[in-house]
């Protein structure tokens, strides 16, 4: 498959941000902005395309771990959570092709240069992008640039200088003056998607399947683990439905496209409330109405990120034939087979697993429950027969 990377984390960082105000209550795009200051930093630094590249990544995804800890940041301290999150965003880092260009950025992306950070790392052990992205983290949590003035900016970079030799180091925050002027952040930050989605850094190239394989594999546990009820869903539907796919003679583009598809189908609940994903009975209907937003969000996320039939084939895994789902209220004639494919492979996933409010059901009893789908015109009934044949073993 021919990728951007980058424009798929891009994409995904409104669900990181969604994530992060969880818990530090950021405000709307901070993942970019974090991003396009790291971008600036970088060119100061004379990065080369591939390393500014590797240094997006990183800056895209240095709170990634959040999504599978933010709870711990109720009963630790401030350093002892920054450092669990770090270390389980380092960990999904692992995950990237090219983590060996970028080993430890996200470990140490809170560490002041002082030594009293997270891991006590000083200056010199502390990796040239992990500086850069906790300079340009740091500002974006303390400051508001929505309405920042010049007074506000001078400001800024007086409590920046004021941080030399304890938080920061002087070619760091001589990086961030150099190139990040308020004239440049008044007139950029206006244009931000743009300036991310259309900078002389971004690469387009070829993706091995099994590199495609690890990326989405990155994306599912980030996403199965903003609730541990459903921890493994994401990869459970990406691997139906590609055996299901390879059922049906798809070539491996194919069944690529739709484990992809599997994978990010409810990307989207990262933008709900933990409370709701996490509540351990039956939600009531207006909690249900809440929740099922998440297939718009999962629709706008993977608009956003340019995956062609990828974005319908996971957004609509809660349409029904009848046209009675959601988000769209889609009828039969609007969804193709992979669109209906999914839909009960999620279904099939959902049902089998074990919930707070109910046991897993046997394969059998799921079958039952699917048939009775069909009848009511709901599902694809050769579908669910073809699962019956495939999983029923």
Request: glycine share 4%; hydrophobic share 35%.
């Given at each position: 498959?021919?990728?951007?990377?980058?424009?798929?984390?891009?994409?995904?960082?409104?669900?990181?941000?969604?994530?992060?105000?969880?818990?530090?209550?950021?405000?709307?795009?901070?993942?970019?902005?974090?991003?396009?200051?790291?971008?600036?930093?970088?060119?100061?630094?004379?990065?080369?395309?591939?390393?500014?590249?590797?240094?997006?990544?990183?800056?895209?995804?240095?709170?990634?771990?959040?999504?599978?800890?933010?709870?711990?940041?109720?009963?630790?301290?401030?350093?002892?959570?920054?450092?669990?999150?770090?270390?389980?965003?380092?960990?999904?880092?692992?995950?990237?092709?090219?983590y060996h260009h970028i080993e430890d950025v996200v470990l140490y992306h809170h560490e002041r240069i002082d030594g009293k950070g997270p891991f006590h790392k000083v200056e010199k052990d502390i990796p040239l992008y992990s500086?850069?992205?906790?300079?340009?983290?740091?500002?974006?949590?303390?400051?508001?640039?929505?309405?920042?003035?010049?007074?506000?900016?001078?400001?800024?970079?007086?409590?920046?200088?004021?941080?030399?030799?304890?938080?920061?180091?002087?070619?760091?925050?001589?990086?961030?003056?150099?190139?990040?002027?308020?004239?440049?952040?008044?007139?950029?930050?206006?244009?931000?998607?743009?300036?991310?989605?259309?900078?002389?850094?971004?690469?387009?190239?070829?993706?091995?399947?099994?590199?495609?394989?690890?990326?989405?594999?990155?994306?599912?546990?980030?996403?199965?683990?903003?609730?541990?009820?459903?921890r493994s869903h994401s990869t459970g539907v990406a691997t139906l439905v590609s055996q299901m796919a390879m059922y049906y003679d798809n070539d491996q583009d194919k069944i690529m496209q739709l484990f992809i598809a599997g994978?990010?189908?409810?990307?989207?609940?990262?933008?709900?409330?933990?409370?709701?994903?996490?509540?351990?009975?039956?939600?009531?209907?207006?909690e249900y109405t809440y929740m099922q937003t998440h297939a718009y969000y999962t629709y706008r996320i993977l608009t956003d990120m340019d995956l062609g039939d990828i974005v319908h084939w996971a957004s609509f895994h809660h349409?029904?034939?009848?046209?009675?789902?959601?988000?769209?209220?889609?009828?039969?004639?609007?969804?193709?087979?992979?669109?209906?494919?999914?839909?009960?492979?999620?279904?099939?996933?959902?049902?089998?697993?074990?919930?707070?409010?109910?046991?897993?059901?046997?394969?059998?009893?799921?079958?039952?429950?699917?048939?009775?789908?069909?009848?009511?015109?709901?599902?694809?009934?050769?579908?669910?027969?073809?699962?019956?044949?495939?999983?029923?073993?």
């Amino acid at each position: 498959m021919k990728i951007c990377f980058n424009h798929l984390l891009l994409a995904f960082s409104y669900a990181l941000d969604c994530v992060e105000k969880d818990y530090c209550y950021i405000s709307h795009f901070h993942g970019k902005r974090v991003t396009y200051f790291s971008m600036k930093m970088g060119e100061y630094f004379q990065l080369n395309q591939e390393e500014i590249n590797h240094l997006l990544a990183c800056a895209i995804l240095h709170d990634n771990g959040m999504s599978e800890y933010y709870k711990d940041g109720e009963h630790l301290d401030v350093n002892d959570f920054l450092k669990v999150h770090c270390i389980a965003g380092e960990r999904n880092m692992n995950y990237l092709p090219f983590y060996h260009h970028i080993e430890d950025v996200v470990l140490y992306h809170h560490e002041r240069i002082d030594g009293k950070g997270p891991f006590h790392k000083v200056e010199k052990d502390i990796p040239l992008y992990s500086q850069i992205i906790h300079l340009a983290d740091w500002v974006d949590i303390h400051y508001s640039f929505k309405k920042m003035d010049p007074i506000g900016y001078q400001k800024m970079l007086n409590d920046i200088k004021e941080l030399e030799g304890i938080h920061f180091s002087q070619k760091v925050i001589q990086a961030f003056i150099s190139t990040l002027t308020f004239e440049v952040i008044e007139q950029d930050l206006y244009t931000l998607n743009y300036e991310l989605k259309n900078n002389d850094y971004l690469i387009y190239r070829e993706i091995p399947h099994s590199q495609v394989l690890s990326i989405c594999q990155l994306f599912a546990h980030i996403i199965d683990s903003k609730s541990p009820h459903t921890r493994s869903h994401s990869t459970g539907v990406a691997t139906l439905v590609s055996q299901m796919a390879m059922y049906y003679d798809n070539d491996q583009d194919k069944i690529m496209q739709l484990f992809i598809a599997g994978v990010l189908h409810d990307v989207g609940k990262l933008v709900i409330d933990r409370d709701i994903l996490e509540k351990p009975a039956q939600l009531t209907d207006c909690e249900y109405t809440y929740m099922q937003t998440h297939a718009y969000y999962t629709y706008r996320i993977l608009t956003d990120m340019d995956l062609g039939d990828i974005v319908h084939w996971a957004s609509f895994h809660h349409e029904k034939l009848d046209g009675s789902g959601y988000p769209f209220g889609k009828v039969g004639d609007e969804l193709d087979f992979n669109d209906r494919l999914m839909a009960c492979c999620d279904i099939y996933q959902a049902l089998t697993e074990k919930r707070p409010y109910k046991e897993a059901l046997s394969h059998q009893k799921t079958i039952e429950i699917m048939r009775n789908m069909a009848t009511m015109n709901k599902i694809d009934g050769q579908i669910v027969e073809d699962m019956n044949k495939i999983f029923g073993d």
